[in-house]
């Protein structure tokens, strides 16, 4: 049975730096995701939230990771955080906007896929990646190739969406078991 309820959305920014860049990217991709009826959001700031993932991720159905690049991986706090969690990521598809240098934060979102896989999420396909980020988005916080991103940001909220509300369904209709 599917409903037309939106979907709970968790917007996980995984940097923790001191200047940190991550709450631009953010602020972007959630005035998106604001202006869309089939999401409910929630952040999860992991410089700022105490708890970690799990309450957040297991209310959610499904995840969007802010993440940066550092050293051709992602940040090292995001890893001690999936590694607090199991069972709240079962069966919930997780997207990516990532940002960095020139690979604009793809090496990073490559080694969380398998991650995640073993945490039995679903990454979907789309990403959205900024690469070398601080020179992306003006001093108002916008990107200057808004057109561009702006439609890869809809590409990914679309596709996410649709897995969430599979998934959700998928999960009341037969718990997940690992």
């Known amino acids: 049975?599917?409903?037309?309820?939106?979907?709970?959305?968790?917007?996980?920014?995984?940097?923790?730096?001191?200047?940190?860049?991550g709450p631009v990217v953010a602020n972007w991709f959630l005035d998106?995701?604001?202006?869309?009826?089939?999401?409910?959001l929630s952040v999860i700031d992991l410089a700022e939230t105490p708890e970690g993932l799990s309450p957040g991720v297991a209310a959610a159905d499904a995840v969007v990771m802010i993440?940066?690049?550092?050293?051709?991986?992602y940040p090292g706090p995001l890893k001690t955080a999936l590694d607090a969690t199991g069972p709240e990521w079962h069966g919930k598809p997780v997207a990516f906007v990532s940002y960095g240098g020139i690979s604009g934060g793809l090496r990073a979102v490559e080694h969380l896929r398998p991650v995640?896989?073993?945490?039995?999420?679903?990454?979907?396909?789309?990403?959205?990646?900024?690469?070398?980020?601080?020179?992306?988005?003006?001093?108002?916080?916008?990107?200057?190739?808004?057109?561009?991103?702006?439609?890869?940001a809809a590409t990914?909220?679309?596709?996410?969406?649709?897995?969430?509300?599979?998934?959700?369904?998928?999960?009341?209709?037969?718990?997940?078991a690992a």
């Open 1 to 21: 049975m599917t409903t037309n309820t939106p979907y709970q959305l968790a917007v996980v920014i995984s940097s923790v730096r001191e200047g940190r860049f």
């Open 32 to 40: 998106r995701a604001k202006q869309r009826e089939d999401v409910n």
């Open 67 to 73: 993440v940066p690049e550092y050293n051709h991986s």
């Open 116 to 152: 995640l896989a073993e945490l039995h999420a679903a990454t979907i396909r789309e990403t959205v990646s900024f690469p070398y980020a601080w020179n992306c988005f003006g001093p108002d916080g916008e990107p200057h190739a808004a057109e561009d991103v702006d439609l890869a």
């Open 156 to 176: 990914l909220l679309n596709q996410l969406g649709w897995w969430a509300n599979a998934l959700r369904d998928a999960r009341r209709v037969r718990p997940y």
